[in-house]
């Protein structure tokens, strides 16, 4: 049904990043997740993503961050690796620094805290693309970026051979299905969807692969979803897309009146793992809160209901 | 697959609303276009939707266009009926004239214009519905509303039997799968998407049916797509999918710097529906503007591609 | 230092609406309303605004409301009623409706729950505009409408005569700023702020008048408020604008765990209405819930310290 | 009529970055500027704003920024550094680096990028003041950050000591004016305004001062409308602000066809510091593009009529 597989496809989960308790990186327990997603059979890995709390960690962490992950990953998988950062000159920096350091691909937004044009959209990702010898995937985010990447721009980008792929995060599926037909005929350009709970319907469409938050907490389960949808099975495909959409409960457990969306589901997915032995500690860096013992709880009785323990 | 079978379910359209030249509604032209739903396969009629321009319509239009669907009917499929206004007194009339003039079904949304909050959206849908005859519907279209119906409250009010369904047109298809899995266990209450785009996916993740714009265009094309997805047969839905996705290029053909989205989506409607003579003219309500002579032959193009011509 | 007045200028408090413990229109209440403004120094009375609950009212009830006001009015002051309805048509049976009714101006919005376009704007005052026989003021309110009128727009309508004024109630001071500077050269085209906490602030930027909600509680310190600035005490102006800044507070006492914005704001000018003695209880319009005994104390309070009990 | 004067307060432009073509920053322009701004009477320096082009800077142009400014300066007025990064930590970073280079004061936003919540800015607020030795001011830029500082937040963090200040570019006048009321008795707490087309307007409020970004271009101006309120002349300061009005359309003349609101206000501050010979070029950094010639030569037609050349 696919008629094309892009170099970057398959479940590609965007890695969560561990600290200590004094919120350096845990190289042991990042380390342990990689060996827990490799062995779980993902596709690729995608370091330094907003699950990866990237727009929280240092230069200086996420370059730890890229070593462990490449070197843990052992070109068994490519490691995609996001260049987050507000403009242009930042973004080149981090993506050079990226593909120093191994990275297969470099992620990269749209300019955000400054107020943007399409024409300096384009030109940013021409730019980016023409500075560095990996190729680059734009991340459709507009809840971080608060611009929503066109139909006609991404488009454009894609026959031009600038980008090689857009992680969409948008939540507007109509344009992800336009976009699919649009570059159906641009080889090896890659949709991936960034919605963990709708994989089964996205592949449908024809998306190429998914990144997954969740796929950090039970990779095997987007394993399974991926290759039913590949032979066709979309019976089990849904089945197992339920089973997912029931874990991805986690992420509301926290108290929203102390936490943020995103400490809420970043706490979410490093406490999972922690219960399942993968990291040392549910620790995230300032200004979120970590979860506390109730929330976690409640977190170990989802993942008991989906049966990941 | 889908375990159930609500009452409203399948497919849906939102009727659009032909206009004389000097914009009445055109009597013989409405019931051209029920005709042509009830002939292409359709399940039931949403008059006084957004596609039906109840915003741009007076009260006695209103009351024109539903008397006109409800007859032209003649119960062979229900109608639903949209009750659109600014808060509960004022839907409340309009709701009341619905259930008068034979209404399956009334569809309203929460509060807009005003500022709005969740005990009183709450409130709004529980006293609407416990004063008419009819189920009511919730609309969720928060590009209208501008507040989006959570995953708590519409839960909240398909288990007490307040809400006999929603129509989906908020774009996020994650709180919409979440709420399939949610109400899996409510009799009859049925979940429909307004994406026309991608109701294929949908369908796999369990919606009921679809309230699709583009289905006044080709309501032959959803049929297929929804009986191909009810026999399991996605290889199909998808294809089908897909060139309606195609077609669906006609709401892009109006020159954005002369028209409104719903100018260039409403226009695109009624001037592919002319095309196809079933209506007379492409009229829309002021202040919007017809669509041109220029764009009318691209729309053309793209019903020839789609095979409507 | 103003070098002109326009005819719609001063203190124009928009009216609110008083309710019967069914939600029915007071008239009684509703009168002595008219009698406390006028009797207040006010100089013109806007009927049928935000604050006069109108998008929550039926037809019928507006029809009374304006009924009783002109009638209370006499002539003394004049009468601007709201004409607020989602498009064109509807605005002009509400529009024309007021005119019969004996309102000295209509004050209309930008389209609303539709999505809209500048050139759809532009056409739609100047089609109100053209219908009616009174002059017509636009009201610019995005946390209702959720767009913003431009610079540009309202220039060019002033210029044509199409607007005789603006209501802004769009938190914009800079565009009011630059509004009032472009519009210098219009014969009585008036700029009034809705924003109750700066009046003195645009006074001294040239603004022509204000519309404060605050006005039904304190219409006294709204006139010695402009009387101030009229004659150039500045000092004085500011002072009594910073006590009507702490009694605004009224509006934030309402436990906003329960109420929206608008029945916090609302339900705190009626219940202070009510203290004083002017209206006969703080009865808000479904869904919006009344003020508690306990909010209703702390209100009490806030009047004590303003020295209005 | 001011009671107190906050350390910093009074005439504060937010420095712009000079570029050369290569986009180096331009050190000797970057002198001129400062030499410009402190011989046009300003009160102190705000360098690394968004006025400075600050999130279009590497971590080393930042750097070399503030070393000139600080060294230009010399110590005749205060500068606040910027540290505009988008989580705790990384403002941790960029703070320590300002105050080791000689920043006087720190001024950085909420967390962006990712989504927060209130609780996590007051904590992130607090560690940032914590952590270094001189005073915090918080800016407040929803436009660029995506959330509103509220009036609780705010107030708290002053009446604890954490913040200093605030630098208010919201466009929230009214809360704005609540704050003023609400800090009025704690002891240097400054309220700096960011909007240049009504700084009279805040003064006569109460604002303890102005960030203009027109200020590079008329330092002038601003010092003789702060001294005319100072001095409780409102009507010159109201005839400065009008001029200055009208000399801050320059920030409207990049067509909009292919220039962000950014581009084209930092564009125009840029060109009019060309035009009046302070800086050698308007160069801007990527992905914006410059003002062509045809936008010099309007932009130079309004600096003459403000009486600028």
Not at 195 to 210: I, T
Not at 227 to 238: C, E, F, Q, S, V
Request: proline fraction near 5%; include cysteine.
């Amino acid at each position: 049904m696919i008629a094309r597989t892009p170099r970057f496809s398959g479940v590609v989960p965007p890695v969560v990043t561990p600290l200590t308790d004094d919120g350096a990186v845990d190289v042991a327990s990042l380390e342990r997740v990689v060996g827990h997603l490799i062995g779980g059979g993902v596709d690729g890995l995608f370091a330094l993503g907003s699950s990866g709390e990237v727009a929280y960690l240092t230069d200086e962490q996420q370059e730890t961050v890229l070593d462990v992950v490449v070197k843990a990953a052992g070109g068994q998988v490519p490691v995609l690796a996001g260049a987050i950062e507000t403009t242009t000159n930042k973004v080149l920096e981090r993506a050079r620094t990226a593909v120093a350091r191994g990275a297969s691909a470099v992620v990269t937004t749209a300019p955000f805290y400054t107020r943007t044009h399409p024409t300096e959209i384009d030109r940013h990702f021409r730019t980016v693309a023409a500075a560095i010898e990996v190729p680059v995937l734009a991340y459709d985010i507009p809840v971080c970026v608060h611009s929503k990447l066109s139909r006609q721009l991404v488009g454009a980008l894609a026959a031009d051979g600038v980008l090689a792929g857009v992680k969409d995060s948008s939540g507007d599926d109509v344009t992800f299905r336009q976009l699919i037909l649009d570059t159906r005929d641009v080889p090896d350009f890659a949709l991936l969807t960034g919605h963990e709970v709708v994989v089964d319907a996205m592949l449908l469409g024809g998306a190429h692969g998914s990144v997954p938050g969740l796929g950090n907490v039970d990779p095997h389960g987007y394993r399974r979803l991926h290759d039913a949808a590949a032979r066709g099975d979309w019976t089990a495909a849904r089945a197992e897309q339920d089973r997912l959409a029931r874990l991805f409960d986690i992420v509301a457990v926290a108290d929203p009146a102390t936490a943020s969306g995103t400490a809420s589901g970043l706490g979410a997915f490093k406490t999972a793992l922690t219960l399942l032995g993968v990291i040392a500690r549910n620790t995230v860096s300032p200004p979120m809160r970590p979860l506390t013992d109730a929330e976690t709880g409640r977190i170990g009785a989802i993942l008991e209901q989906a049966g990941l323990r």
